[in-house]
């Protein structure tokens, strides 16, 4: 039998999970109206303070916090404000309590469990990285088909045989499975999971997998990432070389266009009354003019 582990130090992962593979109806609450934008840098904001508690930071300013998130301090501010009142103004937020906060209204607070399915190259590096542990996230259990490869041990787990997927779940009790399977094998685990009452999923394959309504499946294409990292450079970079032809051009002397204001031609000067003239003249009833 897979020894189980439940990754000891661990902060959040419950020793004995519930049978549903639901967490507390307060965090579920808490995380209710929440926008997915907001979720997103919610989770980036709890890495930060994660950091901040490990290096021993009790408070931190808005201000600090959103350099540190790379977003703006008001941005901060509103999504924070999803999760009710947390820091003092002129003091800031208190570290320890605000990332607790932010672990509940993810539904972080009593931790996961988690499955990996295929266990190749890149199943192995998930199932060997630390950063799952810190998080709250307990690595449970590893399947795939391969006969060279279950019953080998990874990340101190025996792989199982994925035909026995089923029964291992209601064993293990677990509250997320991962997949990293070949393309053409995806859509059967995906069936099996939600069979044996998992309700997230998270696929690192390319197809797009077909689940009731009530599982929440994501996707990570790293192909797609990687495209858009491509989009963005390009664009950068366009934007930089505009910039640099705005700066080249506003460093060219301009030639000033209009009437010249040099000496007049003497047939102009003669043509022109003399200065005070005009003050030396009046009309006649006939419009006539006659000097004084």
Do not use: W
């Given at each position: 039998?897979t020894e189980q582990?439940?990754?000891?130090?661990?902060?959040?992962v419950?020793?004995?999970?519930?049978s549903?593979?639901l967490?507390?109806t307060k965090?579920l609450?808490?995380a209710?109206?929440?926008?997915?934008?907001t979720?997103?840098r919610l989770?980036?904001?709890?890495r930060?303070l994660s950091?901040?508690?490990?290096?021993?930071?009790?408070?931190?300013?808005?201000?600090e916090?959103?350099?540190?998130?790379?977003v703006?301090s008001?941005?901060?501010?509103?999504?924070?404000?999803?999760?009710?009142?947390?820091?003092?103004?002129?003091?800031?937020?208190?570290?320890s309590r605000?990332?607790d906060?932010?672990?509940?209204?993810?539904g972080l607070d009593?931790?996961?469990r988690?499955v990996?399915?295929g266990v190749?190259n890149l199943?192995?590096a998930?199932?060997?990285?630390?950063?799952f542990?810190?998080?709250?996230?307990?690595m449970v259990g590893?399947?795939d088909?391969?006969p060279?490869?279950v019953g080998?041990?990874?990340?101190?787990?025996e792989?199982r045989?994925?035909?026995?997927?089923?029964?291992?779940c209601?064993e293990?009790?677990?509250t997320?499975a991962?997949?990293?399977v070949?393309?053409e094998?995806?859509q059967?685990?995906?069936?099996?999971?939600?069979?044996?009452g998992?309700?997230?999923?998270?696929?690192?394959?390319p197809?797009?997998?077909?689940?009731?309504?009530?599982v929440?499946?994501?996707r990570?294409?790293l192909?797609?990432?990687?495209?858009?990292l491509?989009?963005r450079?390009a664009?950068n970079?366009e934007?930089?070389?505009?910039?640099?032809a705005?700066?080249?051009?506003?460093?060219v002397?301009?030639?000033r266009?209009g009437r010249?204001?040099?000496p007049r031609s003497?047939?102009?000067?003669?043509?022109?009354?003399?200065?005070?003239?005009?003050?030396?003249?009046?009309?006649?009833?006939?419009?006539?003019?006659?000097r004084q």
């Amino acid at each position: 039998m897979t020894e189980q582990h439940p990754a000891p130090g661990v902060r959040g992962v419950s020793a004995a999970p519930r049978s549903d593979g639901l967490h507390s109806t307060k965090s579920l609450h808490a995380a209710k109206d929440i926008p997915q934008a907001t979720v997103s840098r919610l989770a980036t904001y709890l890495r930060v303070l994660s950091v901040m508690v490990d290096e021993g930071t009790l408070i931190v300013s808005s201000e600090e916090l959103a350099a540190a998130a790379g977003v703006g301090s008001a941005k901060l501010r509103k999504d924070l404000s999803f999760l009710g009142p947390n820091g003092v103004r002129g003091v800031g937020y208190d570290v320890s309590r605000l990332r607790d906060r932010i672990e509940t209204a993810l539904g972080l607070d009593q931790g996961h469990r988690v499955v990996l399915v295929g266990v190749g190259n890149l199943g192995r590096a998930l199932a060997g990285y630390g950063g799952f542990g810190r998080r709250g996230f307990a690595m449970v259990g590893l399947f795939d088909t391969a006969p060279g490869v279950v019953g080998t041990v990874v990340s101190e787990l025996e792989v199982r045989d994925a035909g026995a997927l089923l029964a291992a779940c209601i064993e293990l009790q677990p509250t997320i499975a991962v997949i990293a399977v070949p393309d053409e094998a995806a859509q059967t685990v995906c069936d099996r999971l939600v069979e044996a009452g998992l309700r997230c999923i998270l696929s690192f394959t390319p197809v797009e997998l077909e689940a009731p309504d009530h599982v929440e499946v994501r996707r990570v294409d790293l192909a797609v990432e990687m495209q858009m990292l491509s989009f963005r450079s390009a664009r950068n970079a366009e934007i930089v070389d505009a910039e640099a032809a705005t700066a080249n051009q506003s460093r060219v002397p301009s030639t000033r266009l209009g009437r010249s204001r040099g000496p007049r031609s003497a047939a102009t000067a003669a043509s022109a009354p003399a200065q005070g003239t005009v003050a030396n003249t009046t009309t006649n009833s006939k419009g006539s003019v006659v000097r004084q």
